[in-house]
C-alpha cells in the first residue's frame, strides 16, 4: 500500500527582533531560494510572500520530515544565502521559534489568497497583530512576553 497524505500548513516566522529589513526588490528571490529547499524536500509550496519583518509560507509538508526540522532547515539555509548573496544587508538572523498552522484541503484557495495579499493585509494590522489573532484563531494559548 501507499501513503497518501495532506498536510497543509501556514508557516510564520519573522526577522529578529522583527525588524524591517526584507526589502521588497530582494524578496523574490528569497522566496525562490526557499521553493528549492521545499522542492529537495519533497513538500509542494502552494505560496510564499511576506513584508519587512516576516514571512509566510503555505505548503503541504511531505510525511518523511517535521515540521520542526523544515523550520529549521529552512532558517539556516535561507540566513546563509542572505548573508552570502548580501540581499538584506540589514538582516542578522531569523527569530527563533516559528508559527505553524494546519488547514483542511476545503481552506487552500482562502489562505493562497491571504498570503499572496500580506502586503495589503499588513497596511492595516501589524505582524503581532496578525500573530496574536491566529493564535487565537487557532486555541494556541501563549504568553505575550514570548511575542516581543
Same mark, same amino acid.
Given at each position: ?35 528549492? +529547499?521545499?522542492? &529537495?524536500?519533497?513538500?509542494?509550496? @502552494?505560496?510564499? =510572500?511576506? $513584508?519587512?519583518? !516576516? ?49 483542511? +484541503?476545503?481552506? &487552500?484557495?482562502?489562505?493562497?489568497? @491571504?498570503?499572496? =495579499?500580506? $502586503?495589503?493585509? !499588513? ?26
Amino acid at each position: 500500500m501507499s501513503t497518501y497524505t495532506q498536510i497543509l500548513y501556514q508557516i510564520i516566522f519573522s526577522t529578529k527582533e522583527r525588524r524591517r529589513v526584507l526589502l521588497e526588490n530582494n524578496r523574490e528571490q528569497l522566496y525562490k531560494y526557499i521553493w528549492g +529547499i521545499l522542492k &529537495k524536500k519533497n513538500c509542494h509550496l @502552494y505560496r510564499i =510572500n511576506g $513584508v519587512e519583518d !516576516h514571512i509566510h509560507i503555505f505548503t503541504h509538508l511531505h510525511p518523511s520530515i517535521s515540521l520542526a526540522a523544515l523550520s529549521k532547515d529552512i532558517k539556516l539555509a535561507s540566513s546563509a544565502m542572505i548573508k552570502k548573496e548580501k540581499i538584506f544587508p540589514s538582516f542578522s538572523k531569523w527569530q527563533i521559534g516559528y508559527g505553524a498552522f494546519t488547514y483542511s +484541503i476545503h481552506d &487552500k484557495d482562502k489562505v493562497i489568497e @491571504y498570503v499572496k =495579499n500580506q $502586503v495589503k493585509h !499588513h497596511k492595516t494590522e501589524t505582524f503581532i497583530d496578525e500573530y496574536k489573532r491566529l493564535l487565537k484563531e487557532f486555541k494556541i494559548e501563549f504568553d505575550e512576553k514570548y511575542l516581543l
